[in-house]
């Protein structure tokens, strides 16, 4: 075993351009990274001598890591594919999405039945948006609030006030048995609690979601049936549905999923730590919002130096994202893009660019090759390159 504690941190969807199937995905052009670089001009000095900006071929910076692009060889630009590749499996057949039509009426007309309340929405839409637009109504009548995005999801937004948790909570269950048909197969039934008055409404700390297993065993089962420790921070734990985790934590944005990672830091365990920073993606990439997902960058690049200083000689630290959400970029849907993969721990002796990843699967290989479990059956080891 060469590293005794790996961390790998996924910045939801901060793609870096060039993805070679861009145009099937009508995504030529999209570079989050790049692209919020040149309308923001955001200062990443930490993260630029991690290699970041070399991989945009803007600066020729010495680093203190190995940097490299990751490609996706799945079929689908959402988040559940992406980090089912990363741990070992190929997405063939992309995850079902409404996010043009909504979803059909035979399905919610038997959510209705089912539930015993009417649902309003049924569109994509941003969830702080559609509780924004149609809270009030939702109040005053007791409907449910349904409605998805460019992932594979759907999801039920309540008053706490008006629909009890256990209530929602059960109609998501009802959401779930019905969505395992394979026409309405959705990755995540996603509850939406909320509390507020109209016009002042905010999203509670409730949320559950109610995800799908993976199609086969992870990299993920793979660590934990041979007794090592395997960490979710943020929603790894509901992408994967649990399975191959033996500890998880909640956070409530990007700061907190970032002070959860430094407290792990500093705890005593053997394997894998997983986190997920969200809020990129789901705050300001879908919103198109160039400038507040920069200053997420920035807040990210400012801790940079407090997680590099707190990992111990035998950690390995492993920073990547899942697929792209371009904020400059036309619609709301993510983006495909590469994305940037930068490696680092106190042992390197040699940082320097690594050949291009053939698939994020090389990063679930290399973390089985590590703590030497089975490999996933897509990916190869990188961990030879790391000197």
């Given amino acids: 075993m060469k590293y005794n504690r790996i961390f790998l941190i996924i910045l939801d969807s901060l793609g870096i351009g060039g993805a070679h199937d861009a145009a099937k995905y009508n995504d030529e052009g999209a570079n989050t990274l790049g692209n919020i670089i040149n309308v923001t001009n955001v200062p990443l000095p930490n993260l630029e001598k991690m290699g970041l900006l070399n991989l945009l071929n803007h600066t020729d ?18 988040t559940l594919t992406g980090h089912l590749e990363m741990m070992g499996i190929k997405t063939e057949v992309p995850a ?28 994509s839409s941003s969830g702080t948006e559609i509780i924004k637009n149609l809270g009030e109504e939702h109040m005053k009548t007791g409907n449910i609030i349904v409605y998805t995005s460019a992932d594979s999801v759907l999801q039920i937004a309540a008053h706490e006030e008006i629909v009890p948790l256990d209530e929602l909570y059960k109609i998501c269950e009802i959401a779930r048995n019905l969505t395992l ?73 990007n700061l907190d999923g970032i002070k959860t990672i430094i407290s792990t830091i500093n ?29 997420l960058i920035k807040e990210f690049d400012n801790y940079i130096p407090e997680i590099l200083n707190n990992l111990k000689e035998d950690d390995l630290l492993i920073i990547t994202a899942d697929h792209g959400n371009d904020p400059t970029f036309k619609g709301t849907d993510h983006t495909r893009e590469n994305v940037p993969v930068l490696i680092y721990s106190k042992k390197i002796t040699e940082p320097k660019r690594i050949d291009y990843l053939e698939t994020f699967a090389d990063i679930g290989a290399t973390i089985s090759s590590n703590f030497n479990v089975q490999a996933p059956v897509i990916g190869t080891s990188f961990l030879e390159k790391l000197k």
Avoid: M, Q
């Avoid at 910076?61 to 959402?78: E, F, H, L, P, Q």
């Avoid at 039934?189 to 297993?213: E, K, Q």
């Avoid at 793979?222 to 909640?250: A, E, M, P, Q, R």
């Fill in 61 to 78: 910076t010495i680093t203190n890591s190995y940097y490299t692009r990751g490609i996706t060889v799945s079929n689908g630009k959402d």
């Fill in 181 to 253: 048909k394979d026409e309405w197969k959705v990755g995540r039934i996603i509850a939406r609690p909320f509390v507020g008055t109209p016009n002042n409404f905010t999203r509670t700390s409730n949320r559950r979601d109610y995800a799908l297993n993976p199609p086969k065993k992870t990299v993920l089962d793979h660590l934990k049936n041979n007794n090592y420790d395997v960490i979710s921070i943020g929603k790894i734990k509901d992408i994967f549905n649990n399975c191959g985790i033996t500890n998880s934590i909640k956070t409530k944005d």
């Fill in 96 to 123: 079902v999405t409404f996010t043009d039509t909504g979803f059909p009426s035979e399905l919610i007309n038997e959510l209705e039945r089912l539930s015993g309340r009417k649902v309003i929405g049924n569109i």
């Fill in 267 to 295: 705890t005593d365990f053997k394997g894998l730590c997983f986190a997920n920073l969200n809020d990129f993606d789901s705050l300001y990439g879908h919103r198109r919002d160039p400038i507040g997902y920069a200053s």
